[in-house]
């Protein structure tokens, strides 16, 4: 079984910095893109940031030049260092990892239960 476990959440000011983290545990062969997505109350889910297994990144609009996703392969754990926070980025995180259990198997998406993230003075 694999668990992604999300951490770094918490209450922070406007125009402040939190880092979040997600760590892979379990058995598995190995994983693919990693991703942050986001769900603020009463709308959907959106991806706020990808990054590949050889460290290419993508970004959504709202966030670019403020949000940075990294990955330590060594450790199974990606990163999202978000700077500059507004009211709007306010939202439960969610880790997602397309992980590839055995040599013969396919890749399957995996969540995390979340953190929240909240922007307020």
């Known amino acids: 079984q694999v668990q992604l476990v999300e951490s770094g959440g918490g209450l922070v000011q406007p125009g402040g910095s939190l880092r979040l983290s997600c760590a892979a545990s379990g058995i598995f062969f190995s994983i693919n893109a990693m991703a942050w997505y986001r769900q603020a109350p009463g709308k959907k889910r959106e991806l706020v940031a990808t990054?590949?297994?050889?460290?290419?990144?993508n970004y959504a609009d709202s966030v670019k030049g403020r949000f940075t996703i990294s990955r330590d392969n060594a450790k199974n754990t990606v990163y999202l260092q978000m700077n500059s926070l507004k009211p709007e980025d306010t939202a439960v995180y969610y880790c997602n990892a397309d992980v590839i259990t055995t040599p013969r198997s396919y890749e399957r998406p995996y969540w995390g239960k979340g953190t929240l993230v909240t922007v307020s003075s």
């Open positions: 990054i590949t297994s050889g460290g290419s990144t």
